[in-house]
């Protein structure tokens, strides 16, 4: 009976003794409003004013088209080849535009020989002018003393005016057939121009991402042959409450931490601060989290540093981004830059 009651009472003494310790130890703080959402988020602070967020190495795309239809004669280019700027990616057909090539050529010979006709018959005016001038001249003299009749006089001044409307025509066929010349010159131009640009090449130093479009195949025009990844446009987008964007300017230094090689950091700059909230992407955060608004921040790795990783560039790998609040605070020791030797 005795056993019985004291494990009665048991539970009620732990309770008071429970009590009594968390009456005697100080009250907690409440988390205010902004940390909750920092927790939220999944967003990290520290006593220097460095905030960090999720997000991933995004590279910018650019599809590689045709300006004309055709058909694909080859794709040189492969996935993951890195290419340089103006090396072939594909090559479509050009027999077509060769014999286009070939008419403007001939249209220009054309106009060529149109011009140096013009120019003969220019001479040739020229010469008659100078005959009639000469006839002119003696009829003038013969009219005035009285040997020569009217008659002559007036036959001899409409040969020279004949003669000069000669000369002024020659000369308006050779300017008729250098503008011949120029038009030829740029129909020629044109048509070369179509026929270089079906041999497609790379328009920045990027690795190939996709390749769309095989030997064979009739494309239109501006269909994308491959995706290259432009290694001279590498981000990572983060997502920040309105406290901390709010503090950033394009240029701030930033710090970024992938997870494949988390041993290094890696330098950034502040390069786009959204001036629009939003919800945080479905990619980013979990659906409860989502229900906050943030603002988008774009972090970008500068490009000397890009050239000299070019090799080790890969989209999509996560990682975390790193801003402060304070520029001009120094940054933490473990975030100090630490690049690959």
Known sequence: MRL???????????????????????????????DELLTRLGLAKDQSGVYSSNGRIEVQTVDVATKYAGRIESV????GDLLATGQVV???GTAEATAKLNA?????LRARAAKAVA???????ESALSVTQTTYGRTVKLHDSGTAPQSALDDATNALNGARASVAMAKAQISDASALIAAAEADQQQVQIALDDLTIKA??????LYRLHEPGEVVAAGTPIVTMLDLSNVYMNIYLPAKVAGTLSAGDEARLILDPVPDYVI?????FVSPQSQFTPKSVETGEQREELVFRVKLSVPRTLLAKFETQIKSGVRGIGFVRTRPGTPWPANLAVKLPG
């Open 90 to 92: 594909a090559q479509l």
């Open 119 to 125: 120019e003969a018959s220019l001479m040739q005016a």
């Open 4 to 34: 019985a009651s004291r494990s009665f009472f048991r539970p009620f003494l732990m309770l008071a003794v429970l009590t009594a310790v968390l009456g005697q130890a100080p009250a907690v703080r409440a988390e205010s409003r902004f």
């Open 203 to 208: 328009p920045i130093r990027g690795r190939v």
């Open 104 to 108: 403007a050529k001939a249209s220009v």
């Open 267 to 271: 330098p950034a700059r502040v390069t």
């Open 76 to 79: 040189p280019a492969h996935e």
